[in-house]
């Protein structure tokens, strides 16, 4: 599963490649070189969430530089939520493209009378919100079945010492 999801990843290299200008050649060779050049086939042929996390995370950048609707919107809420569900750093990678996609809805107006400016946002951001939320909701459930707290991470409550040897226990 996960070398196929690699070789999704190429071709999805390749169309971040054609979105930022490159021609098809140029697009087929960066995703090529993603895929045999960098440890990112190497990572394919064990059990990781890293290409999955990487599908994430060039599927977001897709969706961002795309249109705005409400579709598009939601699916990058969604692919947020999956990302935290992935690998807990994942919402952190996909900080900037959020900054950039809420600032793409986002607008000053000056009003002509007053000379003021009056700031606007498209309400469809909030179908980023909503598309996220499920997924969030997950989370603090799992973490609850986990830790015994919705916001305390599994990562963060530290290691047994229980299969250590008595001498290192002291």
């Given at each position: 599963?996960?070398?196929?999801?690699a070789?999704i990843n190429?071709f999805l290299?390749?169309?971040?490649a054609?979105?930022?200008?490159a021609?098809s050649g140029?697009?087929l060779?960066s995703?090529?070189?993603f895929?045999?050049?960098?440890?990112?086939?190497?990572?394919a042929?064990?059990l990781?969430?890293?290409h999955?996390?990487?599908t994430?995370?060039l599927?977001?950048f897709?969706?961002?530089?795309?249109?705005?609707?409400?579709?598009?919107?939601?699916?990058?809420?969604?692919l947020?939520g999956i990302?935290?569900?992935?690998d807990?750093?994942?919402?952190?990678?996909?900080?900037?493209l959020?900054?950039?996609?809420?600032?793409r809805?986002?607008?000053?107006?000056?009003?002509?009378?007053?000379g003021?400016?009056?700031l606007?946002f498209?309400?469809r951001i909030?179908?980023?919100?909503?598309?996220?939320?499920?997924?969030i909701?997950?989370?603090?459930?799992?973490?609850h079945?986990?830790t015994?707290?919705?916001?305390?991470?599994g990562?963060?409550?530290?290691?047994?010492?229980?299969?250590?040897?008595?001498?290192?226990?002291?």
């Amino acid at each position: 599963f996960t070398t196929i999801v690699a070789f999704i990843n190429m071709f999805l290299v390749m169309a971040v490649a054609k979105r930022l200008g490159a021609k098809s050649g140029a697009a087929l060779l960066s995703g090529l070189i993603f895929l045999f050049a960098t440890n990112a086939f190497a990572y394919a042929l064990t059990l990781t969430q890293h290409h999955l996390s990487i599908t994430v995370l060039l599927l977001s950048f897709l969706i961002v530089t795309g249109r705005l609707g409400v579709i598009q919107a939601f699916a990058f809420g969604a692919l947020v939520g999956i990302g935290a569900l992935l690998d807990i750093p994942n919402p952190m990678l996909l900080a900037p493209l959020g900054i950039y996609y809420a600032l793409r809805h986002i607008s000053l107006i000056r009003q002509s009378e007053s000379g003021k400016l009056k700031l606007a946002f498209n309400l469809r951001i909030i179908a980023v919100l909503i598309g996220i939320l499920p997924f969030i909701a997950f989370f603090g459930w799992y973490n609850h079945q986990t830790t015994g707290s919705y916001t305390l991470i599994g990562q963060n409550i530290g290691r047994s010492n229980y299969f250590d040897s008595a001498e290192k226990q002291r």
